[in-house]
Every structure is written in structure tokens, then in C-alpha cells.
């Protein structure tokens, strides 16, 4: 799976500028939040964000920095869905999601130790994933991107619950963004 595809797909789902006052985000452009954006060097008006300096954005902070090309190499669809994740909810979110799904399917640790869910994918979470994948074969990959997604969808339903002005957001994230 073609990195560029993903990214160019993503910023398509994200659309162009928006500023919702009900988005602790603030205003964003292509999906990319102003703290991002600014954190990454660009100084301008959201409004006026580049696609291309999205697209470098995007590849730098949520697939380069946080190794889903790693991932990619490995199991590619599931990096897609990790790429998606972490655009919507941070890099670390997203690879904590992975490193728990891992933990729990395991088999007790009898696949391989229990990670520390430290949002980090490093040596040790790619190890797992490589043993899970070599243990429960072709449908593995699968597994694992629908426990991201239940993983994902409790988060949402909290984040609902949990301040009201987010349930603008809660159906389509659900629609959008599970599965």
C-alpha cells in the first residue's frame, strides 16, 4: 500500500478548512489542526494551508515519526487504519490501541510478552506484531484492525459522554471512521 495514496485519500476524507466552535481543535485545514500546523513550522492562516505542506506534515508526524511505515511493511492495511486513528486521536493513542489489541491477544504472553502500552512503536511492539502475525497467519491482520476499532469506537462513545459538544462529532466519527 502506497504511503503517498493513503495520505492523498486522507486529506480527501478531511476536506479543506473548518473552524467548528464546538472543535477543541480549533480551526484546521486538511484535517490538520492550527497547534499541529504550527508545531511543524507554518506560520500562516489555517485557511491558507497548502495541500502539499499537509501531505508533509502528515507524513512526518502521523507515518514517518511514529514508524506506521514499519508497520506498513508488516501489515499494511493495518497501518492504514492506524494512520487514520492517529490523524483523528494522536500517534500515541493510536499505537497504544495497537500495543493493548497485541497484549490481549497474546494467549496469556505464551506468543510473546506483554508490551508496555507506552503509545510508542518501537523494537519490541514490532516484534510482537511480527509473532502474532506469523502465529495466527492471513486473518491476523484482520483481528488486529477490528480490536483498533472497538478500541477506537469505546473511545469516541467516551469522549461523547464525557463532554456533550462532542456529540456532534460522535456519529460521524462512528460512520466514518470504525470499520
Known amino acids: 500500500m502506497d504511503e503517498n495514496a493513503l495520505i492523498d485519500e486522507l486529506i480527501d476524507r478531511e476536506g479543506g478548512f473548518v473552524d467548528n466552535p464546538d472543535d477543541r481543535g480549533g480551526p484546521t485545514c486538511w484535517g490538520i489542526t492550527q497547534a499541529t500546523a504550527r508545531r511543524c513550522g507554518y506560520d500562516g492562516p489555517m485557511r491558507d494551508l497548502s495541500r502539499g505542506r499537509a501531505r508533509l506534515i502528515y507524513r512526518r508526524q502521523y507515518w514517518t515519526a511514529p514508524r506506521l511505515d514499519a508497520v506498513a511493511r508488516r501489515a499494511p492495511q493495518l497501518a492504514a487504519e492506524l494512520l487514520d ?70 473511545r469516541y462513545l467516551h469522549l461523547a459522554e464525557r463532554r456533550p459538544a462532542n456529540e456532534t462529532f460522535l456519529y460521524g466519527w462512528l460512520a466514518n471512521r470504525i470499520g
Not at 497504544?96 to 489489541?101: G, H, P, S, T
Not at 497474546?106 to 510473546?112: E, F, H, L, P
Not at 512503536?121 to 486473518?139: E, K, Q, S, V, Y
Open 85 to 154: 486513528s492517529g490523524v483523528n486521536m494522536g500517534p500515541a493513542v493510536a499505537a497504544a490501541f495497537l500495543q493493548r489489541a497485541l497484549n490481549a491477544l497474546n494467549r496469556g504472553a505464551s506468543d510473546y510478552p506483554d508490551l508496555a502500552t507506552d503509545g510508542r512503536i518501537g523494537p519490541r511492539t514490532l516484534a510482537a506484531l511480527d509473532a502474532f502475525l506469523t502465529t495466527r497467519g492471513t486473518r491476523g491482520e484482520q483481528v488486529l484492525i477490528k480490536a483498533v476499532d472497538a478500541l477506537q469506537g469505546e
